[in-house]
């Protein structure tokens, strides 16, 4: 045929490739798929997918439409051969986001059964650690985005070649090309996520029943973590490189937290605090604007070095910490390069109670060396130092962590290196003995004076209503009666 009868864009990209690719869409609807549902971790309930709302917003003024599905709350799409149509009948690119180690297997299975025929493009977290996995389980998928991809997709929808597209693996000729790693993006220049895709509010839900009126969101104020904690891989990418420490404009952060809906606000941050001026600064400018709402941070204990920001922070609406504790014993935290002692802890809760804060710590159990008894020292010290609530976790080796050579360097000592593995054990502390010992550290703290004060704590401090718990836990006061009744069972 001759080219002066095509259509003009077939001209346009035919005789001006490159003019083409930039100027038009050449992706007409994308769909940005969250692909969990039905799998019950706190994260993955309550807080909406910002990772995949960042993609969304880097590539939406670049292709025709796109459209955000969040499987927890699609129902309707939770039925493969329903999504599968829509996509087949609806959709030109279809963007995963696979964040999460739980569950992964059952997200590949699923992933794999949508329709082959689709350009398909799997980016996250844990996409980016199992990408030779990924690409072998799921035949359909075209293109994995390592690391952070709001740059990469610009360039996916754009019509970079593959092979120029630093951060991206693709198949090319039934082989995997993996390209150079991308430079990791500035925070300063991404644009917010957009959150005017979504078709619902994130609140907090069990069993069907919503625990409060609050929605939650989350927003992030800084990339990286200057400390070098040895167990730690927050602060590197998916990729193994070290997020060196940067902060956004306190005035975008502002601009951002204007246009959030939600109650409840989790700054993502891996330390609010770590430059305690700028933080000052962002409490200051939350009071001066009037923005009223509940913000959860993660911590250092350091914080407790300055009084006059914990009393904004107060002010601001600060209400829940969760501090990285790891372990009550001096010799871990040094194994673990934490960077602090146990009497410092001390010390800092010592400060850090007197205000109103709801404080969530953490702990790692499993350690290299570490006996039955020295772990179960963790719900005594809890209790001594006022924590409102703990969680903990076997010591685990992801795939960077620095702890790894540790491990391989110590006789009877193991990890589980499979897909779903990373937790270390020991000849003397498998699996079985691990997850015993895990019982014992719950049941020993969550007895039911502390359930009780987790109760009126929350209360006191506005996370919740005596009215929210009864719709959602009609029958706590049975649970009560029959923890009241084990105890006393106990003691004789
Ligand atoms: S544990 Fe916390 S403080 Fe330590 S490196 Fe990781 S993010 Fe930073």
Known sequence: MDNAFLPLPKLLELVLPDYYN?????????????????????????????????IVASMKDLVGKVTLLDLRYERSYQDLK??????????????????????????????????????????GYK?????????????????????????????????????NIRGLSYRRNERIVHNEIHALPDITRISFPDRSLRQHDYRAVVYGARISNHTFDTLLTTRGCPFKCKFCTFSLNPLGQKRSYTERPVESVIEELKTVEASVVQLSDDNFFTNPKRSEELCDLIIENNIKKTFIVQARIDIAKYPRLLKKAERAGFKVFIIGIESPHDWILEQLQKGITQQQVRDAFAVLTQYDFYLHGYFIYGNIGETEEEMLCIPKFAKEIKLDS???????????????????????????????????????????????????????????????????????????????????????????????????????
């Not at 035949?139 to 754009?158: A, C, F, L, S």
Request: proline fraction near 5%; aromatic fraction near 12%; hydrophobic fraction near 35%.
């Open 22 to 54: 930039h100027r038009m869409n050449r992706y007409e609807h994308a769909l940005a798929l969250y692909p969990y549902f039905g799998h019950s971790t706190t994260a993955m309930g309550i807080f909406p997918p910002t990772g995949l709302e960042y």
């Open 82 to 123: 329903t999504l599968s149509t829509f996509i087949r009948d609806n959709i030109d690119l279809l963007c995963i986001s696979i964040q999460w180690h739980s569950c992964f297997k059952q997200v590949c299975d699923f992933i794999s059964q949508l329709p082959h025929e689709v350009c398909t493009v799997a980016g």
């Open 127 to 163: 996409a980016t650690q199992e990408v030779e996995y990924l690409f072998e389980r799921c035949p359909n998928v075209d293109m994995i985005v390592r690391g952070e991809g709001e740059e990469i997709i610009k360039q996916i929808v754009t019509g970079v070649p593959y092979e």
């Open 390 to 492: 703990i969680s903990f976790q076997k010591l685990r080796i992801e795939k960077f962590s620095p702890l790894k050579e540790v491990v391989e360097a110590t006789p009877g000592y193991y990890y589980n290196s499979s897909h779903i593995g990373g937790s270390v054990y020991s000849e003397r502390y498998g699996h079985v003995e691990l997850k015993q010992i895990r019982n014992r550290i719950r049941s020993e703290f969550y007895d039911l004076g502390q359930i009780i004060h987790i109760i009126r704590k929350a209360i006191r401090i506005g996370l919740f209503s005596w009215r929210d718990l009864s719709v959602a836990f009609p029958n706590l006061p049975l649970l009560m009666y029959r923890l009241a009744r084990r105890k006393r069972h106990k003691k004789k």
